[in-house]
């Protein structure tokens, strides 16, 4: 087997790539390749040309970032159906690992995964890409969308841009009017924030759910009625606290296999695809794929 870590040299802290290749060149026999990425998106290519180059090989991929780095990744293959992946994680949010709860800390681990089990995981295929852990309009997609514009804000400290990118999300983030349709059940209206979810969270401490099943075919949501401005804080609060009373109480919320969803003015938006954000498209059709992902895990761990 060849062993390919993809690294996103931009997550994590600056020693993350240097401090890898010295840990896999302590490996005896493994037979590897790294590839650093050069800019957003670069991993969809990579894994494109990898494939090629390598076709009749038995191949292993390590997504070796955050949670974009994965998604992007993701995207390249001709077919998941016969990729292993595994989730090295060094990024700002490594959203989907927090279904494996405390076990997730093992996946730091590099020799533990490469030494790791195979488990069949679900993920969720769109019209416009595939993601593992969630897809979400509104504020959550204002937040990435100012996040990238004040990610050089991180020379006064890591949370600096994500911080700013909440505030202009409360502040700024109007309602949209939006036609749903999830397993032949319809909802249209004003909406502040819809999440689908296949994890149980998203933007590394906002939980919207206190479990997740990612093996049995069916995803989460969470549907946010027009709240803007501060009168959202509770929910974010309630979001960090876990406290799934008060969402309960406050949202609209339910499994779904498949989701269409578009604007009732049929203008395009913005959906935050696994902190990827896709702006061009005016309407989106997603399903959750059951035990179509081939995830590494440390031997043992399961969700």
Known sequence: MTHIFIVNPNAGNQTFADDLRRKLLDIKGLNYFVFNTRYAGNETEIIKEIQKIFE?????FYCCGGSGTMRNMLNGFDDLDSAEVAFFPCGMTNDFLKVFGKEQDRFHNINELIAGDVIDVDYIKSNHGVAINAL???YDSTCVRKYEQ?????????????TLSVIYALLFSKSN????EIDGRYYEGEISEIVFNNGLNMGGNMYLYPGANVSDGKGTFRM???KSGFRAIPYFKAMQEKDFKTLDDNTTYGNFEKVKIRRKDRMPFAMNMD???LEEHDEWEAEIVRKG??????????V
Do not use: A
Request: no cysteine; hydrophobic share 35%.
């Open 224 to 226: 946010f009625v027009s």
């Open 177 to 180: 009017e939006y036609e749903i």
């Open 150 to 162: 004040y990610r050089g804000l991180k020379i006064f400290g890591d949370n600096i841009p994500y």
């Open 136 to 138: 979400s309009v509104g």
């Open 56 to 60: 009749d090989e038995k191949l292993r």
């Open 293 to 302: 992902l081939h995830l590494v895990v440390p031997k043992g761990v399961r």
């Open 275 to 277: 902190g990827e954000l």
